[in-house]
């Protein structure tokens, strides 16, 4: 996997080859939300707190830096964000949620970029955690793989979250478990290792029930390795599911713990969707 270095945005996104690329537009780019769902289908963008404030305050936007020119930045504000419920912690909820996913409904676009039992996808994309970003010991997740359909449906299969211990665990969960229950760590990172710079990400998963494979490369902007993954044999599809699909943003429960002063942010960029494994390099 090549360095990262600084790179002009693609100003397409869409089905290039046989990856479906979504990509920013440089700093300043505006019908953020329109772009990603013109990509990812309608409902691909889940930002709830963005009208739960006295002036609407978009949760996603668009901005870049001097390695990354163009990217998707994705706001998180503890205790006051909320969840799809709409309501805050004094109404009862626990979490809150900003995300982008790929539409999960039976209508939505691109069907052929949904994973289904027995696929094999790769999910390519960088992130970088906000230098200042703060963690629990509960969860964070910034990276999600979920199904669609079937009475399993509401845990995630494969997460990233990192914790207030210094550390991020890459997590999966069988069926019949909950997030609060029983999950295995399929490798972990220390924070020191990847916040604060841009990481490089190559996730790819053959989706089986009793035969999955869970490979992953994590490489840093000095194109090293922070972490690799190859397990094989582990339960990757949820049964009853429709499809399986990837989720990225900042889904995490309310804690003492996370800033209550300060706007946390995690950055995304060049993400791709890979039917097979060989993603096509023009995400890029």
Known sequence: MPAIHAFAADATSGVTGNTLCLNAQKPGGTDTYARIENVFGKGAVEAPSDTHY???????????DDVVSAYFAVLAIDPTD???????????????????????????MHQAFKARENNSFVYSWRFKIDAGMKFSPSFTHIHQ????????????????TPLASGRMEVRQIDDLKNEGGVYHVLGTVALSQ???????????I?????????????????????LEIDSAGLQLWRTG????????????KHHAMLNQDKDDYVYFANLGITRGSQPDSSCR
Do not use: C
């Open 54 to 64: 006295a002036s609407a305050r978009p949760h996603i936007t668009e901005g870049g």
């Open 82 to 108: 909320v969840n799809l419920d709409g309501k805050t912690v004094a109404e009862g909820s626990d979490r809150s949620r900003t995300e982008i996913k790929i539409a999960p409904s039976l209508m939505g």
């Open 145 to 160: 793989i979920k199904a669609y359909g079937g009475r399993y449906a509401e845990p995630p299969l494969i997460t990233f």
């Open 194 to 204: 990847i916040q604060g710079q841009w990481i490089d990400v190559r996730e790819q």
């Open 206 to 226: 053959t989706f089986s029930n009793s035969a999955g494979h869970y490979q992953l490369s994590m490489r840093g902007q000095d194109d090293k390795s922070v």
């Open 241 to 252: 599911a429709d499809h399986m699909r990837p989720k990225w943003g900042i889904y995490r």
